[in-house]
């Protein structure tokens, strides 16, 4: 995401999800040059984090163990229907108590705001099911505008299942596999 002039890059945040992509395919962490040229000038112009690992191989629980800063399953039971209990401080609801605005675009999916990932946004929006950045991005675009002149620092969250595509999703057959659950 490049800020417009007209934007301040250093009052926020932005963090970006791109579901499913392996860090050996972007050219920050050493993929071929040209093989994500807009990553690569993204990189250039952020913090770029070279130590990070993901807690979970699953979308669900991967992005509630990085809201909650907590393993997954100190959060809570690990299954399909994995949601972050009221009680959890999460990232968003910290930020925003310390006065940040805070607003999330999200593509659906399991990012969807019954598993809770919600908690601590002002403003979160989903885009259908298994969406892409070509409507998160806008959406995101679109909050940063129409934020309010008062200089309150943002935290922003975007994501997309882009690499998944093309996406099909083992939903029946991962709950059949969900123990405990009825089938």
């Not at 659906?108 to 705001?113: M, P, S, Y």
């Not at 099911?129 to 969250?157: H, N």
């Not at 994501?159 to 999703?169: E, K, N, Q, S, T």
Request: charged share 20%; proline share 7%.
């Amino acid at each position: 995401i490049a800020c417009a002039p007209e934007r301040d890059p250093g009052r926020g945040i932005i963090l970006v999800s791109i579901d499913t992509l392996r860090a050996d395919h972007v050219e920050a962490y050493g993929a071929a040059p040209g093989s994500t040229p807009n990553l690569a000038r993204l990189a250039e112009e952020s913090v770029v984090f070279d130590a990070c690992f993901s807690q979970s191989n699953e979308t669900l629980t991967s992005h509630g163990s990085l809201f909650a800063s907590r393993i997954t399953s100190h959060i809570r039971a690990e299954d399909h229907d994995f949601t972050i209990p009221d009680t959890v401080p999460t990232l968003a609801g910290t930020l925003r108590d310390a006065g940040f605005r805070t607003g999330a675009m999200v593509a659906g999916g399991h990012l969807a705001r019954v598993f809770g990932l919600d908690d601590g946004f002002e403003v979160y929006q989903e885009t259908a099911w298994w969406g892409s950045f070509q409507e998160t991005v806008p959406m995101g675009l679109r909050w940063l505008d129409d934020a309010p002149a008062d200089g309150r620092p943002f935290f922003l969250f975007l994501h997309g299942y882009d690499a998944h595509d093309p996406y099909v999703h083992p939903a029946l057959f991962a709950r059949l596999a969900t123990p405990g659950r009825p089938n």
